[in-house]
Structures are given as structure tokens and as C-alpha cells.
């Protein structure tokens, strides 16, 4: 069965909440991250010539149309020490790089460690079991991405990551792509052919981390349910 053949009615969806961000996660979370920032990265999205806009992959002091690697004004907070409210309120509005007259002009795109974007963050804070008035901290940030692993949004990884024999190693890993564009697809090079984003690791190492911590998984007895 190839990537694109995915038969939902195969598995059986697997609930319950997200695992602790211990050894065999940080796995899978530490990979991501190696591609994708640190906890206080972001930037402002695409601009039309290609790149990517007030991208800071270490520190990001932020206030509303105002994010520096360091502190200018003394109303900017540190990315890690704001509500996601806060973030999701600076990740409204459309980019200024494209619609320069509209209003609200959004802030923030890709924020954090797993550099989420405002569409994917209520399916990020859903899957994490987490809210609006909660801290982006360290902490919060891993159980996002934890829910974007193992939430409702990328089934397809999530239930291979559980051991379901009912998934390939290969769908999981295009689902993975999907999720974050430092993930080459199986064939090489990112999906999202937008010529801003790249990818940062070999297919190899993709699959490599993938099936170790499917084996953790099924070894600590986290697996999709019967």
C-alpha cells in the first residue's frame, strides 16, 4: 500500500490523552525541533520574493507589530512568557508582506519550538489538552507538539507512532512531512514547494526516528487500542 492509499475504515482512531513528554518522546520532539527553532522562534510568514519574514530562530522579544531578537521597548515579552491568547491575538489578520492595507495586520506567523501557525494552533492546544490562558513555556510548547503528533490531526503518524500494523512506515512519514516542512517527504525535499520553507534532515534519519520511537511505544505499552 502506497502513501497515497491510506484507507481510514482500516484503523480504528485511537483516543486518550497525550503522553508525557519523557525519553522516548523527546525522541521525536528534539528531531523537530532541530529543524524548526527554538522555544522563542517565529517569524511574520512568507514575503513575495521567496523568503521568510523577521525570522528569528533564537529569541523573539515581541509586542504588536514589534519582534526583535533582543529587547527594544519595554512593553515586548519574551515569546515563551505570553499566554498563547496573547500569541493567537498577534497571529491574526493576514500578512502585511501581501495585504499591506488590511486590517488588523497579523504579528506573528510560526511561533515556537514546533514554529505553529495560526491555523494549526487549535488543533495544537486541542490535541495537547491545553488553553488560551495557559503559558507558551517550555513545558506547554512540548505538550503542543505532542498534540500534533498524537491528536486527531495526523492520524495516519499517530497510529503508526502506537504500533497499529495497519499503517506504513511510509504514510506515517509523509504525514510527518505534512506537519512540518524541515520533514522531507518519503521521495526527498519538503512538501510545501514554496520556495521559503526547505527541508533540514535525510529521509533516512526521518525513518529512523520514526520506527524507535514506535518501538519505545509499543515496548512502554503506548499503543493503539484493539
Known sequence: MGADDYDPSLYTPSAGSIPPADETQMKILDFIGKGEGSYNASNSGNIPNGGIARSIGGTSWVAFNNVT??????NQKL????????????????SPHYHPNY???????????YQIIPKTMPS??????IGPSDIFNKANQDKLGLGLIYGTKRPRLRDYLKGSDNVTLEQAHLDFAREWASVPKPSG????????NKSSHSVTEVRNVLKEVRAANIKNGFTIKK
Do not use: C, H, W
Open 124 to 129: 495544537a492546544l486541542s490535541g495537547a489538552g
Open 189 to 196: 525535499g519538503t512538501v510545501y514547494n514554496d520556495g521559503a
Open 79 to 94: 515569546l515563551s512568557t505570553m499566554t498563547i491568547g496573547e500569541i493567537q491575538k498577534l497571529q491574526a489578520g493576514k
Open 69 to 74: 531578537k533582543k529587547q527594544i521597548n519595554a
Open 103 to 113: 486590517r488588523p495586520v497579523r504579528t506573528l506567523f510560526a511561533v515556537g519550538r
